[in-house]
């Protein structure tokens, strides 16, 4: 019976490997893969390389490495788990694949630069436990967005599911712009608010509740109408804002100001039974005067006051806005960019408009000549 040994030196044979010299040289260029187990690759890591334990690396690696072609060079502590591991993507079709000779202990006794990864503590690990174990998200993923600002413009139908899931999401700094206060109507959907903070800031409750969540957030609250004056300034300090205005002349200088700072925006609007999702990405979508050159007038713009709205559906509509402000912070997935997803509360039914960028739009045809920010609300 072969031993562990002899398994190892077979697929050596099979494989190629790399000094610790070669593999320097190669910092920066190739994708180093540390296939240790978390406490050894916690201890210290080369600087740059992902982690992917040995025991999930066939079911993981192509969300790393998606591209078969891409220059994979393996470590692990001494060399004989990331030769096997160099075997194993080799059978799976990667052909650019080494393992580092000596692994981990020979980079280190060479003198090679290597560094304590970030690590997260126990509370954290736990509370993150399921997007931990997401190859998509990761620890690299989570800490990423614990970096993230986010800026949610309006704390009310749309403004509330979106809070509450980037806050449990750990999303680490979350910006609220709100200047109204709450009231009983509000309570049939905006589900950040309680009749105990009837008459109370909506920010100041919002902090309130998603406080309650997690405290790796840090929640910054504006009570302040966005303006002409402030919008630039407040969305640029931002890496995505959410639109959760349910009027407008706010949606028009979101996009305006948007256009200026460069900052994603993930759009949403309700209306009776139905809801539509969008994403505008300066410069390299479509934007928001591309769908709707102009603002309507105020006969055509009738807002959830004098329309009414289902209560749950701005619970429906924000868990997709929140969804795709994780996917553009993560760079994950399909974000909706070009695409608008409309959903019919009554057909249970979602439909996928694909729409682009307008060659004669007066927002953003030009990127050298961005759109005058000024405040719409006489124009709607």
């Not at 031993?3 to 070669?22: F, L, M, P, Q």
Request: aromatic share 6%; with cysteine.
């Amino acid at each position: 019976m072969a031993t562990y040994a002899d398994v190892v030196e077979r697929a050596k044979r099979r494989i190629r490997e790399v000094s610790g010299t070669d593999a320097q040289a190669r910092l920066g260029q190739a994708l180093f893969i540390d296939c240790r187990e978390l406490d050894e690759y916690q201890a210290g890591a080369i600087p740059g390389s992902a982690h992917i334990p040995r025991g999930v690396l066939e079911g993981n690696v192509g969300v790393k490495v998606p591209d078969a072609a891409t220059e994979v060079i393996l470590y692990c502590a001494g060399g004989s788990r990331s030769a096997l591991a160099a075997l194993t993507l080799q059978e799976m079709g990667y052909n650019n694949v080494a393992s580092l000779a000596g692994g981990f202990d020979a980079w280190k006794r060479e003198g090679f630069e290597w560094q304590h990864p970030p690590a997260m503590g126990g509370e954290q690990r736990s509370r993150y436990a399921r997007h931990l174990a997401l190859p998509e998200v990761g620890e690299e993923g989570q800490r990423r967005l614990l970096e993230s600002r986010v800026l949610v413009v309006g704390a009310g139908g749309l403004g509330s599911p979106v809070a509450l899931y980037l806050t449990a999401a750990g999303v680490g700094t979350l910006g609220i712009v709100d200047y109204d206060v709450v009231e009983l109507s509000n309570l049939q959907r905006q589900v950040l608010h309680g009749v105990d903070r009837i008459g109370v800031p909506k920010v100041d409750s919002a902090r309130q509740t998603l406080g309650a969540i997690n405290p790796d957030v840090d929640i910054v609250t504006y009570k302040e109408r966005l303006s002409a004056d402030n919008a630039v300034e407040l969305i640029g300090n931002h890496d995505v804002v959410v639109d959760g205005t349910d009027n407008f002349p706010t949606r028009y200088l979101i996009n305006d100001a948007s256009l200026h700072t460069g900052t994603p925006v993930v759009h949403g609007s309700v209306f009776q039974f139905e809801g539509q999702v969008t994403v505008f990405d300066p410069y390299r979508g479509p934007c928001y005067r591309c769908l709707s050159a102009q603002p309507p007038p105020p006969e055509l713009a009738p807002n959830c006051a004098e329309a009414g709205v289902l209560g749950v559906l701005p619970g429906i509509v924000g868990s997709l806005q929140a969804l795709e402000t994780i996917k553009l912070l993560l760079n994950m997935g399909e974000p909706l960019v070009g695409s608008l997803l409309v959903f019919d509360g009554l057909e249970a039914e979602f439909r996928r408009l694909r729409f682009d960028r307008d060659p004669g739009c007066r927002a953003c045809a030009d990127p050298a000549n961005k759109p005058e920010i000024v405040e719409y609300d006489q124009y709607c």
